[in-house]
């Protein structure tokens, strides 16, 4: 495949690789590579490295300088539109005006950004001032790296990623309950790897109280932020723009039931607990620590509980009941509030980690983006079945740009809900895309996951399906 590739994809693709260096530390703002190119030889490379600090092109410009090259008249490929804007919260100055000042002639770019702040004028202010542009060279690939900036900015909400495993026939837990090993130790770093994505995990109380967990990056190749160098202090944390060492846990608790001694709440970075408006200031006091925020929500307008409700067979995530009784509560949140209570505070990507009533109250909501199941090769008793089913699912081909990959005795099946792939279309240029030279791209990326899910396939149909192997 290399031998057939331009050098103008080669150069985008050095960007997009480049670009790769931010995971983790940029969110909200997009993952960003730049390279500036003359004579067929790149005279400087720039990636946006941290939330707050330069942006890529004008890292690529002083990249250029330091190496003693003039970008005057050399081409740049960016794997985003350059912003054109000032605000009193933005950090930097557009970088159209770099561009201009450094005197480069020609721009490559990869994908529009969808920042209303943006959206094209980028493009336009840098070809009013004569510089040639071609836009969406990779422009797929490019949505698809950094998919949450994307379908976030696009949907006004953090992208939801539901994730779980279940056995062979469908369980997610033993009957009794208790800690069931339903993938391998593969399966588990790749799921690390997910997390190392997100910007937080969110669960319900009821997970917290029965599996304790840690909810923490630990067993991916690359933890959050690698690669870059720069650090901020966990506990200087105060949005996900501030976010270095974990992503945060998010639990949703309406009555604040989450004890006190929770792991979770001794582990580095920051938990935000999301309780109802009324709990009392007594329940509240030892909560008041560092690295937890309480979140106040208000109730839905949900009837109460009637006796008629259904039974839920999972425990009682959303409920006030106790975890001894099953719920006959409906959610106590509306999932639309919580996304947007986590937006306003900079998360633009949710991994939801459960348990089934979480994710099945995500699932009816309907929002959602991605959804990731873990098949293990048990076949367990009991009842607790995967969310999905019993839940309200409006399209029968739920997700689309699939991946299929093997992590050892378990497979990973991942895909975009197909209005998230959808809305990402929507971003796509409608205009001067001379240079695409990739159209069977797909959006099945859950990208930077240490190499295990990027496609090899550039010229895979939209909607096929596609399996991946681990390098174990
Ligand atoms: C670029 N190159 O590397 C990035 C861009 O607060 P600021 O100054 O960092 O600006 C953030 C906005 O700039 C962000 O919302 C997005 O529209 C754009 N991000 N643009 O040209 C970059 N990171
Ligand atoms: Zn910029």
Redesign the pocket.
């Known amino acids: 495949m290399p031998s057939r590739m331009s050098p103008r994809e080669r150069y985008m693709r050095r960007a997009l690789q480049l670009a790769e260096h931010g995971r983790g530390r940029v969110s909200p703002n997009p993952t960003v590579g730049a390279v500036l190119v003359r004579d067929g030889t790149v005279i400087g490379e720039g990636y946006h490295a941290v939330y707050g600090g330069p942006?890529?092109?004008?890292e690529c410009i002083r990249d250029a300088y330091a190496r003693g090259n003039d970008p005057r008249g050399a081409t740049m490929y960016c794997t985003l539109e350059?912003?054109s804007f000032r605000s009193p919260n933005k950090h930097?100055a557009?970088?159209t005006d770099a561009i201009l000042e450094a005197g480069i002639s020609r721009l490559v770019v990869a994908a529009r950004d969808p920042n209303p702040a943006v959206s094209g004028r980028g493009v336009q202010v840098l070809r009013d001032a004569g510089l040639e542009v071609i836009c969406g060279l990779l422009e797929r690939r490019a949505l698809e790296a950094d998919e949450a900036y994307f379908v976030s900015v696009a949907g006004g909400r953090p992208m939801v990623h539901l994730k779980w495993a279940q056995s062979l026939n469908g369980r997610i837990a033993r009957a009794g309950g208790g800690k069931t090993a339903i993938s391998g130790p593969e399966a588990l770093r790749h799921a690390h790897g997910i997390r190392a994505q997100c910007d937080a995990i969110l669960v319900g109380r009821g997970t917290v109280a029965l599996d304790d967990p840690s909810l923490t990056v630990r067993h991916a190749d690359e933890p959050p932020g690698a690669g870059t160098g720069a650090g901020t202090d966990a506990t200087e944390q105060s949005s996900a723009g501030h976010r270095a060492a974990q992503p945060i846990r998010v639990v949703l608790d309406p009555e604040l039931k989450t004890s006190n001694s929770a792991r979770m709440l001794e582990e580095p970075g920051e938990t935000w607990i999301v309780i109802r408006p009324w709990v009392s200031q007594l329940r509240r006091r030892p909560f008041e620590r560092p690295g937890v925020t309480l979140i106040e929500l208000p109730p839905t307008e949900l009837p109460p509980p009637t006796p008629n409700t259904s039974v839920s067979l999972a425990p009682a995530l959303f409920s006030q009941a106790p975890l001894s009784r099953l719920s006959i509560s409906p959610p106590s949140f509306s999932i639309a509030a919580v996304l947007d209570a986590l937006y306003r505070r900079g998360v633009r990507s949710v991994l939801v980690e459960g348990g089934s009533e979480t994710h099945r109250g995500f699932l009816d909501s309907g929002l959602w983006d991605r959804l990731s199941v873990y098949i293990g090769p048990a076949l367990l008793d009991g009842e607790v079945l995967s969310p999905a089913c019993g839940a309200h699912i409006a399209d029968t081909e739920a997700i689309t740009e699939r991946t299929v990959t093997e992590l050892g005795n378990t497979v990973c099946i991942s895909g975009l809900n197909s209005a998230a792939a959808a809305r990402l279309e929507t971003l796509r240029w409608e205009f001067g895309v001379a240079a695409q030279s990739s159209p069977g791209q797909g959006f099945s990326g859950l990208n930077g996951l240490n190499g295990l899910n990027r496609r090899n396939e550039p010229n895979r149909q939209k909607g096929e399906c596609c399996v991946h192997r681990t390098r174990t």
């Open positions: 942006h890529a092109e004008t350059p912003c930097n557009p970088c």
